[in-house]
């Protein structure tokens, strides 16, 4: 599978610099996190690679082909994007809003054996197969970001963008999606995840990229990444990393670096 790539991308918004020259090969079959304080470009960074949104240079590629100069139904197949808010704006059943994310796939009207399989494959792995026939808009704001997240699953993407995906999850849940991504990783597709829980992305990923100020601080394996030197240089706060007796990792905060 080909490669993710940040090359190079710059982008402001009015005078403000929100990406700096940022550059990242994003790895196919493993997750990597994008961390950062509040305001350091993860989300602008994502949208690039999305082809959501234009840098002011650089670019993203997949592989050596520009993602905004790919067809737009090729860019659905190959690129799936979750957004950090979980409104849905129409009012359909949560099996029609998943069977969605195989439009790219369609040829013809209607779908086939092999969409309605992906689309009960992706509710059961995000549990809202119970949910199929209720409004969307009935559901609580977590219950709608798992149906959100089963119709990106449903378009069987190569890459998989998420924006926060854990920000409206209950602990449970919480633990359920970290190890779906991590296994559907692990059968192929490219990760590349917001999260703001440092513990999290220890828990589920296997590579990081820390940002402050449209820069980056450290990219590369998640352990080396998230250490307490990068964690203060990036968000200014003394941390302490460790480790349970079943040798899942922690970060617990202990206070702002001294400045």
């Known amino acids: 599978m080909t490669a993710l790539v ?27 996190a994008l961390l950062g304080p509040n305001g350091a470009g993860k989300s602008t960074l994502l949208g690039c690679l999305a082809g959501l949104r234009s840098p002011d240079s ?35 059943d949560v099996q029609t809003l998943v069977g969605l994310g195989r439009y790219p796939h369609q040829r013809g009207w209607g779908a086939n054996a092999d969409d309605r399989a992906a689309v009960a494959a992706a509710m059961a792995q995000t549990d809202v197969t119970m949910f199929a026939s209720r409004s969307v808009n009935s559901l609580s704001g977590g219950e709608r970001a798992r149906v959100l997240l089963a119709r990106v699953l449903a378009g069987t993407p190569q890459w998989l963008l998420a924006d926060e995906p854990l920000a409206s999850l209950d602990p449970a849940h919480q633990i359920d999606v970290l ?33 402050r100020g449209g820069a980056v601080v450290a990219a590369g394996a998640a352990a080396d990444v998230l250490t307490p030197a990068n964690i203060a240089a990036a968000y200014g706060v003394d941390v302490e990393i460790g480790e349970t007796a079943a040798g899942v990792r922690f970060v617990v905060p202990l206070g702002r670096s001294p400045s």
């Open 6 to 32: 940040a090359d190079a991308i710059s982008l402001h918004l009015g005078r403000n610099a929100v990406l700096a020259a940022v550059s990242h090969s994003f790895a196919p079959g493993r997750v990597t």
């Open 58 to 92: 650089g670019a993203a590629r997949l592989g050596d082909r520009v993602i905004p100069g790919l067809d737009r139904l090729e860019r659905a197949r190959v690129i799936g994007y979750l957004p950090q808010t979980a409104d849905v704006h129409w009012d359909v």
């Open 179 to 211: 190890a779906l991504l991590a296994a559907t990783a692990r059968a192929g597709t490219g990760m590349v995840l917001v999260v703001h829980d440092l513990g999290q992305a220890l828990r589920v990923a296997d590579d990081a990229v820390l940002l």
